[in-house]
T-cell receptor, first 113, second 114 residues
């Protein structure tokens, strides 16, 4: 069965600090997909990134970067020079067998001014 | 495009009542799903559908029914509401018939069962 663990329940940083959100997953499949979603205080879910299991290349998008390591079953998310608007709950998710998406329990990030 | 719409936004039910949460998408997406979000537990899959006429159970299906008679609509029915079903419910859709691609989420329905 697939499983996603986000061990950091809450993180608090001061604006302009870098912060990394951890995500560890378990799956028996060789083909799977990993995602990050953001849920700001307004409550909607915003897609950030999708990665398939055959692409371990790291991704950078502006202040956001993702480090995918199959050897440690991790898909970590780093925000560089954090801003108050980054305050949100961030979810890591895993799609296995193309049928079901399993979410981690989320990390509440608070960026203080 | 309106994307994924959900109604109602808020609902209060008494134990034992039944109701239907509506979900519709106008993107011609094959895959649709329902999640519930509870504090500290992330989102958990209730039911999903890979196309019209096809539905399947997710992680927490008990107490809920779904049907998919059209590509656009995927209603979630609570048969006999219980306090344990107090939660925020999200509907989502994805452009192919799998969960392998980005899912577009509706704004959510906050349900309270007293």
């Amino acid at each position: 069965a697939q499983k996603v663990t986000q061990a950091q329940t809450e993180i608090s940083v001061v604006e302009k600090e870098d912060v990394t959100l951890d995500c560890v997953y378990e799956t028996r499949d060789t083909t799977y997909y990993l995602f990050w979603y953001k849920q700001p205080p307004s409550g909607e879910l915003v897609f950030l990134i999708r990665r398939n299991s055959f692409d371990e290349q790291n991704e950078i998008s502006g202040r956001y970067s993702w480090n995918f390591q199959k050897s440690t079953s991790s898909f970590n998310f780093t925000i560089t020079a954090s801003q108050v608007v980054d305050s949100a709950v961030y979810f890591c998710a895993l799609s296995e067998a193309e049928r079901q998406l399993t979410f981690g329990s989320g990390t509440q990030l608070t960026v203080l001014p | 495009n309106a994307g994924v719409t959900q109604t109602p936004k808020f609902q209060v039910l008494k134990t034992g009542q039944s109701m239907t949460l509506q979900c519709a998408q106008d993107m011609n997406h094959e895959y649709m799903s329902w999640y519930r979000q509870d504090p500290g537990m992330g989102l958990r899959l209730i039911h999903y559908s890979v196309g019209a006429g096809i539905t399947d159970q997710g992680e927490v299906p008990n107490g809920y029914n779904v049907s998919r008679s059209t590509t656009e609509d995927f209603p979630l029915r609570l048969l006999s509401a219980a306090p344990s079903q107090t939660s925020v419910y999200f509907c989502a859709s994805s452009y192919d018939g799998t969960s392998s691609y980005e899912q577009y989420f509706g704004p959510g329905t906050r349900l309270t069962v007293t």
